[in-house]
């Protein structure tokens, strides 16, 4: 990888962008903007503080290279390495879920069923991730470039300008709508998703140097911050123009306003706004599933054969299918998976930062107890409240997967230091 360091900053700022920048950010941000106005973009603002976040451990990341299940299973032992690669396996499950949501909301603006729509969108993204796609991956960002375009061009079909102009202070002001343990657990999981997901890990150590990187860090995160208000400003210009139905559901919104900027979707223009919408999920959808069956077979947990080469993509994309057809709001349903990922990795990491900068030493028996503790409840409560929402007994999925998950890690941390004290004695060497 060290031989590919040849980003520049625009480069590597075009590249961590467009890691977020999807139907999620996109639809999930403008589902909630009837509800709670400007307020809603709090994810993708989120994903830009995030961006700044990650300066800090950004020339970490750029000269270990390796990404997180590397790094920990090299100190912890292979065992750990697996279950983190399996965890960052859970996490994809949700952003792909969440691109069969938004690619069924977006048909169903063309008349077609929700149910049947997830289920021929899974069949796609599992085709398409069979092919030989990956040099392709560059028609895809094209396409979330017109994306982009397509979505200022609606802002200015709608003179929505001014309310672009005033969104940040009317985010602060709107964040009082938002339900306080949602508010902290979207907002610190994305955070830290942004930190130790390893979504722009890939990117960072492709930097020319270190300048470019920091360069790089901040471009992306301006523009992500810039993006963050488009989508809801476009759904709020919309409803001051009086356009949209009563009773829109959330997640129709953003097509149902472009379909109607297009002059509807028997037109061509209505028809080439809402592609724009679309095609990224299969983009998106596919390369999730690629990614997902490459660390499977990485891990060697499954003999790399035809027969298991096509079943395991087809059963990640039951999965996605299974919990996007349990509903839910786009952003909640991808930050409950960041979240099982993050309790998982969360103490174990800082434990390993610790050990790396000579601060101090822990056994390795402690970071293996928090890894499979913390790993056991967040997929446990994930679960369990993927079937009841109710379970939440914080207030918030996503803040109820992570706290109880990093308070077993926590747990198995301190269980690990007793038994090497009191029965083993064997001590974390020196890194």
Request: net charge neutral; charged share 10%; aromatic share 10%.
């Amino acid at each position: 990888m060290v031989e590919n360091r040849r980003l520049d900053a625009f480069s590597l700022a075009a590249l961590m962008m467009s890691a977020h920048y999807g139907l999620g950010f996109i639809l999930g941000t403008a589902e909630k903007s009837l509800t709670l106005g400007m307020a809603s973009s709090l994810y993708a603002v989120c994903l830009g503080l995030g961006t700044i976040a990650i300066l800090g451990l950004a020339k970490f990341y750029w000269t270990k290279v390796e990404p997180m299940w590397t790094l920990l299973g090299s100190y912890y032992g292979t065992g750990s390495k697996i279950l983190v690669g399996l965890m960052s396996w859970v996490s994809l499950i949700g952003i792909a879920a969440a691109q069969l949501i938004s690619g069924a909301f977006i048909l169903k603006i063309f008349g077609a069923p929700v149910l049947a729509s997830m289920v021929v969108l899974a069949l796609c993204f599992t085709i398409i991730s069979l092919l030989p796609v990956e040099k392709a991956s560059w028609l895809f960002r094209v396409v979330l470039l017109l994306n982009f375009l397509a979505l200022l061009y609606g802002l200015l079909a709608l003179h929505g300008l001014p309310v672009y102009g005033y969104a940040p202070l009317e985010f602060i002001r709107s964040l009082k709508l938002v339900n306080p343990p949602n508010l902290v657990g979207i907002s610190l999981c994305t955070i830290l998703w942004v930190l130790i997901g390893m979504k722009y890990q890939q990117f960072i150590v492709q930097a020319r140097d270190l300048r470019s990187l920091y360069q790089g860090c901040i471009l992306a995160a301006i523009l992500l911050l810039l993006l963050a208000f488009l989508p809801s400003s476009i759904v709020l210009a919309a409803e001051t123009a009086g356009i949209l139905p009563d009773g829109i559901d959330g997640k129709e919104t953003l097509p149902f306003i472009l379909s109607w900027i297009g002059g509807g979707t028997d037109k061509p223009l209505g028809i080439l706004l809402l592609m724009s919408l679309l095609i990224p999920a299969f983009g998106v959808g596919s390369s999730i599933l690629r990614v997902q069956s490459k660390t499977i077979f990485d891990f060697n947990i499954l003999p790399v054969s035809k027969f298991y080469q096509l079943l395991v993509p087809v059963v990640n994309a039951l999965l996605s299918l299974v919990v996007a057809l349990k509903g839910g709001e786009i952003v909640n349903r991808m930050v409950s998976f960041y979240a099982a990922y993050i309790a998982t990795v969360l103490v174990p990491f800082v434990i390993y930062l610790l050990a790396e900068y000579n601060c101090y030493k822990l056994a390795k028996i402690s970071g293996n107890l928090s890894l499979t503790l913390g790993s056991i409840s967040a997929s446990f409560v994930l679960v369990l409240t993927l079937i009841e929402p109710r379970f939440a007994v914080l207030g918030s999925v996503e803040l109820t997967i992570m706290v109880i998950g990093v308070v077993f890690g926590v747990l198995g941390l301190l269980v690990g230091e007793v038994i090497e004290k009191y029965f083993t004695g064997d001590r974390v060497e020196e890194v």
